[in-house]
């Protein structure tokens, strides 16, 4: 199982970007996916999460109206699309994945740094 996230970086305030996990190794339109972030010393926390077929979508409040989670089973991808970024949005940034009882997938991250 692969979750490989790209798409991080630096970006000033207000600004955009959009972040991609590539999935493999596992049967993808099966998953619920869901974008998670954290930053040093405080616990991973949920961003926004998209259903199998993509037919309902989940996002935190403190991001909502600013992001939009999106997927393409076709490529065994998901995306996060990301809106008037602020500086507090400064974290890694985790793709998951998870289905039914099985284990939670999850890859190694990307950076996302919003400043000036």
């Known amino acids: 199982v692969q979750l490989v996230e790209s798409g991080g970086g630096l970006v000033q305030p207000g600004g955009s970007l959009r972040l991609s996990c590539a999935a493999s190794?596992?049967?993808?339109?099966?998953?619920?996916m869901s974008w998670y972030r954290q930053v040093p010393g405080k616990e991973r926390e949920l961003v926004a999460g998209?259903?199998?077929?993509?037919?309902?979508?989940n996002y935190a409040d403190s991001m909502k109206g600013r992001v939009t989670i999106s997927r393409d089973n076709a490529k065994n991808t998901v995306y996060l699309q990301m809106n008037s970024l602020k500086p507090e949005d400064t974290a890694m940034y985790y793709c998951?994945?998870?289905?039914?009882?099985?284990?939670?997938?999850w890859g190694q991250g990307t950076q996302v740094t919003v400043s000036s």
């Open positions: 190794g596992f049967t993808f339109s099966n998953y619920y």
């Open positions: 998951s994945a998870k289905y039914s009882s099985m284990p939670r997938y």
């Open positions: 998209i259903s199998s077929i993509g037919g309902t979508t």
